[in-house]
């Protein structure tokens, strides 16, 4: 562990003058509170930092505002994106009367999930694997008012640039609609801009294998190596804002939004995840694709409760614009041995250490650490229940027709359908007390405000639609 005098002896041998106090909101963005070091103490690091909590969606009222931030000293690291030498800290949040875990801190449900499994018997590590793809624009514009609604975007290396003039000329290099997955240089523009992705990435501290462009134009993907669940978590945190701050330095911008593109692939975050117990993989086994019968009744849970899941792995109105057939989006809540259009894929390993488990609905606009924990939480209730998974499906999926396909468990078509299904299918997440009926409720209530956003707001295809009738 990593003592309070570790970090007081690597800011002043750093010369470190800010220490930045980071911790996530219920919808999954990073906030701060950035501390002088001159008020950096034992105190401060050991006790934490009081601040305001009503002033966060979706947690404390303003009449039980006052909340505590407490650094958790494992996670210091550099900040290489600050002028002035800065430290970074993830924080849990306390309760200020209690100094008990906040029951809706993100970060604190994570850590209850990791010591559920190690309560419940049935493993001790947990190793999460996210694949979260991003899309880099030059220029994005969007306006929302009461007689206006309109986006934009663009990009050098969209196929709709391809007759456009540029001072420079057009030199005409640049993937065509779905044709990002694998070209050399020049059609593949962002080579050095992903390279610096890894780069500052690896100065966050985190462990990064690849990066590679997608299939979309403008989309990308970079590979980071599977870790224990919190520190995924922490790790996802990390790679959103240093693929933020890494484009806005090259003039660019970045998003996660999971379908920013008509009429080509959206951006998901396929996540690799196995249960450890004393050093030994528990799915490796005998059965279905070197799967152990915990792995398969882990899928079964992951299945059975895939509409409830949808509202934490899928958590955006825009989530469900890429959760639709056609696109490499796994809308079918089956399994299958490499077969990229189930919903749970077994990844091909030479090892039974690598046996696990690929759930691919999820999308990056999901919160990383609900996302994890209530894909553990149902893989984990299906342990427990023994839960059959069904046959699985090596067919290609996206070759089925509407028949075949309507007799199969889908994901949620809406995130109002995914709130309303984990509304009525909670108890799998309350377990162990890992989430609360409070927490669940209070996040229902937060992003049923964004589908009442959408729902409300008269959309320009309606316009195309229904003006003349």
């Known amino acids: 562990m990593t003592t309070v005098n570790d970090v007081l002896k690597k ?127 030059d220029d994005v514009k969007f306006q929302v008012d009461m007689n206006k609604s309109m986006f934009e975007i663009d990009s050098a290396e969209g196929p709709y640039n391809s007759g456009k003039n540029y001072e420079s000329g057009n030199l005409a290099h640049r993937p065509g609609i779905k044709g990002g997955y694998f070209p050399v ?49 922490d790790a996802m945190q990390l790679y959103k804002y240093g693929v933020h701050m890494v484009a806005n330095a090259f003039g660019k911008t970045a998003t996660f939004m999971p379908k920013p ?11 690799h995840q196995s249960i450890w117990k004393n050093g030994e993989p528990l799915f490796a086994g005998e059965k279905y694709a070197g799967l152990s019968d915990m792995a398969l009744n882990y899928i079964g849970g992951i299945i059975k409760h895939g509409k409830a899941l949808n509202a934490f792995t899928n958590a955006s109105t825009n989530s469900y614009k890429r959760l639709i057939p056609g696109f490499e989006a796994p809308v079918i809540l089956v399994y299958s041995a490499r077969n990229r259009s189930a919903s749970c894929r077994i990844p091909v390993s030479d090892s039974p250490k690598g046996k696990r488990v690929e759930v691919r609905f999820p999308d990056p606009s999901a919160n990383p650490y609900l996302a994890f924990s209530a894909m553990l939480m149902a893989g984990l209730d299906g342990i427990k229940n023994k839960i059959d998974p069904g046959k699985a499906a090596d067919e290609d999926l996206y070759e089925l027709s ?68």
């Open 185 to 233: 240089p020049p059609v593949d523009s962002a080579q050095d801009i992903r390279t610096e992705f890894l780069e500052e990435l690896k100065n966050l501290g985190l462990k990064m294998e690849k990066h590679h462009h997608e299939v979309a134009p403008s989309q990308h993907e970079l590979g980071l190596l599977f870790d224990t669940l919190l520190k995924q978590g």
């Open 402 to 469: 509407d028949a075949e396909v309507k007799k199969l468990p889908t994901v949620c078509g809406s995130l109002r359908e995914a709130l309303d299904s984990v509304d009525g299918d909670r108890g799998f997440l309350t377990e162990g007390g890992v989430f609360t009926d409070d927490q669940i409720d209070g996040y229902i209530d937060l992003k049923m405000e964004e589908v009442y956003d959408l729902e409300h707001s008269p959309h320009p295809i309606e316009f195309k639609n229904y003006f003349s009738v």
């Open 11 to 137: 800011i002043k041998d750093g010369g470190v003058k800010y220490l930045d106090l980071r911790f996530t909101d219920p919808r999954g963005k990073l906030q701060h509170l950035t501390m002088d070091c001159s008020v950096v103490d034992e105190s401060l690091l050991k006790d934490g930092v009081f601040f305001d909590g009503s002033s966060i969606a979706g947690w404390k009222a303003i009449n039980e505002s006052d909340m505590v931030l407490r650094p958790d000293l494992s996670t210091t690291v550099m900040d290489p994106f600050t002028a002035q030498p800065t430290m970074m800290v993830f924080c849990d949040i306390l309760d200020a009367v209690t100094k008990e875990s906040y029951e809706r801190d993100p970060r604190g449900t994570a850590r209850k999930a990791e010591e559920f499994v190690k309560s419940s018997g049935v493993g001790d590590t947990v190793y999460i694997g996210p694949e979260a793809e991003f899309f880099v624009f």
């Open 261 to 271: 593109v008509k009429g080509d692939n959206g951006t998901g975050m396929h996540t």
